[in-house]
């Protein structure tokens, strides 16, 4: 990840007085994973539109692989793929007469389309036994691996993929998104992932934005995000006993009374201390000299899924209080 790849300045859209899009500021590294996160209606794909010169922007300017994309349009088609939520292909067609069919759209030659569509093809999980296949008789995972294929046949810099897990089943996901990991690795691809599924973009990404109401709220790792929801609450540490907890009185009173210790709670197995600053070896060091076999220790970290929630559930207030 040594330069930046996509770069939005004050990226702004607007459909008369509604914003769709309001002042975003971005950038993706060479090699991320990046994950767009926000509900339906967020801007994510117009937001996606104004990258590919497919939708002028009201103002601010979006850049990738170092070319305007709305001055040279040409210039950064030619550099990405870009994956609609619903792939479209000709069903009377076979997968590899599709792929060769888009190819020579795409300027390659003929003398090289049908292996480089072989080889898409087979990069994405499609092999021999699906070449010939009519793309009528593919399942909606197939089709997603073959738009895959498609956006992957011209050899782009960057991919774009706009809700790319929609209607495929959980092991489909799990195999696609897995996919999309290893081309990022292997190829140094970047990847642009738009979603409003938590869990999946929280499974592939690098750094994730949450996008709502044509903001982007937030941007960072899953860690970097967590940590700065987390600023100010109080620590909330489990620790997992060997023969569960029958915590003496005296105990839990000397513990509760550990710097910085607000709250215990002995329930099963399971000793929860809620504290107000990072205290965790002291709390275990506490639990091991009164004899106790410690078998876990977990801290409470926020995942996707509260970070999102509290952007979210702010914004709504805000725009309530209005």
């Given at each position: 990840m040594d330069r930046s790849v996509i770069?939005?300045?004050?990226?702004?859209?607007?459909?008369?007085?509604?914003?769709?899009?309001d002042d975003l500021n971005l950038t993706i590294a060479k090699g991320e994973v990046f994950g767009l996160l926000g509900p339906n209606g967020a801007g994510k794909t117009t937001t996606l539109l104004m990258m590919l010169g497919l939708s002028e922007p009201t103002s601010g300017t979006a850049c990738v692989c170092g070319y305007n994309a709305t001055?040279?349009?040409?210039?950064?088609?030619r550099k990405v793929g870009y994956m609609p939520d619903s792939v479209g292909f000709y069903d009377n067609m076979t997968a590899l007469e599709n792929l060769i069919y888009i190819g020579e759209l795409n300027g390659i030659p003929r003398a090289q389309v049908n292996q480089r569509a072989r080889e898409a093809m087979e990069l994405v999980g499609l092999g021999e036994e699906n070449l010939h296949k009519l793309t009528s008789k593919y399942s909606r995972g197939m089709k997603q691996r073959?738009?895959?294929?498609?956006?992957?046949?011209?050899?782009?810099?960057?991919i774009i993929l706009d809700e790319p897990t929609l209607g495929i089943d959980p092991s489909g996901v799990r195999e696609f998104l897995a996919l999309i990991r290893q081309l990022s690795r292997q190829q140094g691809l970047t990847v642009?992932?738009?979603?409003?599924?938590?869990?999946?973009?929280?499974?592939?990404?690098?750094?994730v934005g949450i996008f709502v109401s044509g903001k982007l709220l937030a941007e960072g790792d899953i860690d970097s995000l967590s940590r700065r929801l987390?600023?100010?609450?109080?620590?909330?540490?489990?620790i997992t006993l060997r023969n569960g907890v029958d915590m003496p009185w005296k105990d839990g009173q000397e513990l509760a009374q550990l710097s910085s210790v607000e709250q215990v709670t002995p329930e099963g197995h399971t000793v929860q201390v809620t504290c107000s600053s990072e205290v965790t070896p002291e709390i275990v060091r506490?639990?091991?000299?009164?004899?106790?076999d410690i078998t876990g220790v977990h801290q409470k970290a926020y995942s996707l899924d509260d970070i999102y929630q509290n952007y979210f559930a702010n914004t709504l207030k805000e725009n309530t209080t209005k």
């Amino acid at each position: 990840m040594d330069r930046s790849v996509i770069e939005l300045r004050n990226l702004t859209k607007c459909y008369g007085s509604l914003k769709a899009v309001d002042d975003l500021n971005l950038t993706i590294a060479k090699g991320e994973v990046f994950g767009l996160l926000g509900p339906n209606g967020a801007g994510k794909t117009t937001t996606l539109l104004m990258m590919l010169g497919l939708s002028e922007p009201t103002s601010g300017t979006a850049c990738v692989c170092g070319y305007n994309a709305t001055r040279n349009p040409i210039a950064v088609k030619r550099k990405v793929g870009y994956m609609p939520d619903s792939v479209g292909f000709y069903d009377n067609m076979t997968a590899l007469e599709n792929l060769i069919y888009i190819g020579e759209l795409n300027g390659i030659p003929r003398a090289q389309v049908n292996q480089r569509a072989r080889e898409a093809m087979e990069l994405v999980g499609l092999g021999e036994e699906n070449l010939h296949k009519l793309t009528s008789k593919y399942s909606r995972g197939m089709k997603q691996r073959l738009g895959l294929a498609d956006v992957l046949i011209k050899q782009p810099e960057v991919i774009i993929l706009d809700e790319p897990t929609l209607g495929i089943d959980p092991s489909g996901v799990r195999e696609f998104l897995a996919l999309i990991r290893q081309l990022s690795r292997q190829q140094g691809l970047t990847v642009l992932l738009s979603s409003h599924h938590l869990h999946h973009v929280q499974q592939v990404c690098d750094r994730v934005g949450i996008f709502v109401s044509g903001k982007l709220l937030a941007e960072g790792d899953i860690d970097s995000l967590s940590r700065r929801l987390s600023a100010g609450k109080s620590y909330e540490v489990h620790i997992t006993l060997r023969n569960g907890v029958d915590m003496p009185w005296k105990d839990g009173q000397e513990l509760a009374q550990l710097s910085s210790v607000e709250q215990v709670t002995p329930e099963g197995h399971t000793v929860q201390v809620t504290c107000s600053s990072e205290v965790t070896p002291e709390i275990v060091r506490f639990l091991v000299s009164k004899g106790y076999d410690i078998t876990g220790v977990h801290q409470k970290a926020y995942s996707l899924d509260d970070i999102y929630q509290n952007y979210f559930a702010n914004t709504l207030k805000e725009n309530t209080t209005k």
